[in-house]
C-alpha cells in the first residue's frame, strides 16, 4: 500500500511558477513510476507528466511540454512538479499517482490513468489572467 499527499498548490498569475511536491509512504518508493494528472471543473482529468523509478526519464503532455520538469528524490521518497510559465488554462486540481512499473522509460504507454494503482487527495492550481 502507498499513500501520497501533494502539497505545493495555490493561486498564481499567469507567468509565475509554483512546484508541486507529493510524498508518499512505504519502502517500496522506487518499484514505482510517477505521474501527475490534472482535472478542470466540467472536464475530464487528464496526463501532465510521469517519471521512471530512477528520474532519468520523463515524458509530458503537449501542453506543458518545456513549461514543466518532473524530478523525484527517492531518498526523501518524494516527486516534484515544477511549473513555470503558467496560464489559465493550467488551472485545475493536481494529482500525484504511482503506477507499480520498473521501467528504463516513460512514454506515451504511461498517460492512462486506469494504469496508476494508487492516487493522492488533490491539491489545487489556479492561475489568475
Known amino acids: 500500500q502507498v499513500q501520497l499527499v501533494e502539497s505545493g498548490g495555490g493561486l498564481v498569475q499567469a507567468g509565475g511558477s509554483l512546484r508541486l511536491s507529493c510524498a508518499a509512504s512505504?519502502?517500496?518508493?522506487?518499484?514505482?513510476?510517477m505521474g501527475w494528472f490534472r482535472q478542470a471543473p466540467g472536464k475530464e482529468r487528464e496526463f501532465v507528466a510521469a517519471?521512471?523509478?530512477?528520474?532519468?526519464?520523463?515524458y509530458f503532455a503537449d501542453s506543458v511540454k518545456c513549461r514543466f520538469t518532473f524530478s523525484r528524490d527517492n531518498a526523501k521518497n518524494t516527486v516534484y512538479l515544477q511549473m513555470n510559465s503558467l496560464k489559465p488554462e493550467d488551472t485545475a486540481v493536481y494529482y500525484c499517482?504511482?503506477?507499480?512499473?520498473?521501467?528504463?522509460?516513460?512514454?506515451?504507454?504511461?498517460?492512462?490513468?486506469?494504469?496508476?494503482?494508487?492516487w493522492g487527495q488533490g491539491t489545487q492550481v489556479t492561475v489568475s489572467s
Open positions: 512505504g519502502r517500496t518508493f522506487t518499484s514505482y513510476a
Open positions: 499517482a504511482a503506477q507499480r512499473r520498473m521501467t528504463s522509460r516513460v512514454s506515451q504507454s504511461d498517460t492512462n490513468d486506469r494504469d496508476y494503482d494508487y
Open positions: 517519471i521512471n523509478w530512477s528520474g532519468f526519464s520523463t
